[in-house]
């Protein structure tokens, strides 16, 4: 209660209306599985393209397993999503090492004895003769970290200049390498490249120039030299693709590992590290430089990169020479050993959580994510006569999931090459009312391979329900809908065929003549009558979801009739709303839906232990599965 106790008008604001429930999306998919490239534990960020799945994840190039190269699904799956009308979407990469060991969350500590490359990451050493070494490695694991890597070095324009007799240095911040020159007449001129210091006490520069104790050139030396020049070291980096595209650049990056700029960590080692502590950082770098332990300064990096293998022999000369070109002070490496590791297992699917961070892998990353309302792993199912246990196995835990995590549907695909027959005993081995499962593989042109290539449905089935729930409703079920990328199915379904599936829940796509390629069949994965449709499943979480977040303003507040009403006409608002969009059964909305919240819902003991109970009833629309027409004959003399 506000306090009055000085004279004076109050004006206070009042709500006269009760409180709203908006509802929430029922679009937004998740997909878990292998793909050629990206993250594999880091918070997952929504992908609404295409192109941001390119970014992220790689191209949709084949990947190879062991001695077995499969098509990329799950880029095919999103390619799918997008063009059937969906729109955001979250990925779960996952990777099974060569070695058969998990990933573990600190999987780029390279001190952990392991396999060469079991871990996939593409990768390159640079050292020096005097013992400096670094690792040039691909960020994430895949055959598309065995990327070009161009490293040029830089020396800037002259920043010495004098005041009188007194040196004077612009632009230059502590712990930048720099190449300082001497002429000498008679003979070469003296270079040698130092660490800039800036001295507190005295209030002077001086250069570092290495050696054991270091060597110091204080920058009042510089005034007996006749003509001397201070020039700025700094390194560029450009990564080129695998498949030839535009190489992604960085110039004029500081070369010590400790130089700050504005109290900012930029050095060439620090931009382009590894942090255990913040693995997103530099999240969007495909590679990591992690320098020995002999690599401690800006000198340490230098050294390193003038033994590299691939470095010109001249490279320090040419540095120190303004006429020589770019192509004189660069060397490209190219990384070496990344691969697509092995088959995915149901584990890794699964995924795992760190309990020392926030770090997730598999499905597990989709507990967090409280938007999603559909999840699939596509190509999970691929050669299941043959994998049949692994991929029971993934069906289940994405059947898990979704049933667990309350308000979203598992899209689950058949297998491949799946006779009647087969689909029939597959779909015999589950009970779920919160997945659907889809027959047959769906046909469509390749824009990799340029083949007609067959694709599990999970991926056009996630973007017909987004279409569905935009152009018409969610309560509308997602079937009779243009599969708009097919040019075919793998197995022809004829009505006698669908006759045998569709009582058991198995959902049909099928080839209409003047109709095109449609998705013809909208049942769940259960033997339970009530919950027998996709659509009622789904509609379902979309009330609940809704009711859930919308509901939240209530926790805590005094549990008595004043706030029964209140949740009571929250509840008979949104649901009058639903009426009045077609979404329940009734020529009215007291016979479409009730809302109880008062003694009559709660006990003595509920309100002792802080319980409000709430009961709401709908009349959901079930689908007009089967549309029959009785038609007889009539005489034209006989009275209606």
Known sequence: MPEYLAPKVYVEETSFRSKSIEGVGTTTTGFVGPTRWGPLDLPLGVLTSLGDFKQVYGDGGQLTFGSSTLHNYVWHAARAFFTEGGSKLYLSRIFRRTDGQPNGFDDLNLSVARPPYSDGHGRIRLASAVGQSMLVRARWPGAAGNVRVRLTLTAGPNVLSFDGTTPRLAGVSPLDVVLVTVPASPGPASTRFGRALWNLATQAWSFQTGGSPPNEIRLADLTKASNPTVQIVTASMAVFP???GLPDTWTGVPLDPAHQTNGANDGLTFTFGWDPVTPERGANLPIVLDPDDGV????????AFFGAANAPSELRANLA????????RQFDVTLQGGNDGLLPLPSDYEGEADPGTTSKTGLKQFEDIDEIAIVAAPGSSFNYAARVDDADAIIGLLLTHASAMRYRIAVVDCGNGQSVSDVKAMRGKFDSTYGALYYPWVRVDDPITR???????????AGIYARNDVTRAVFKAPANEVVNLAIGFETPINTA?????NPLGVNCFRFFEG???RLWGARTMTSDPEWKYVNLRRYFAYLEHSIDKGTQWAVFEPNGPLLWGNVRRTIEDFLLNEFQNGALLGDRPETSYFVRCDRTTMTQADLDNGRLVCLVGVAPLRPAEFVIFRIGQWTADRKA
């Open 242 to 244: 695998p498949d030839g």
């Open 296 to 303: 401690q300064t800006g000198l340490d990096v230098l050294q």
């Open 321 to 328: 020479d303004p006429t020589k070109a770019d192509a004189a």
């Open 451 to 461: 083949q007609v290539i067959t694709l599990p449905p999970s991926g056009f089935v």
């Open 497 to 501: 065929q669908q006759e045998v599936l």
């Open 515 to 517: 109709r095109g390629y």
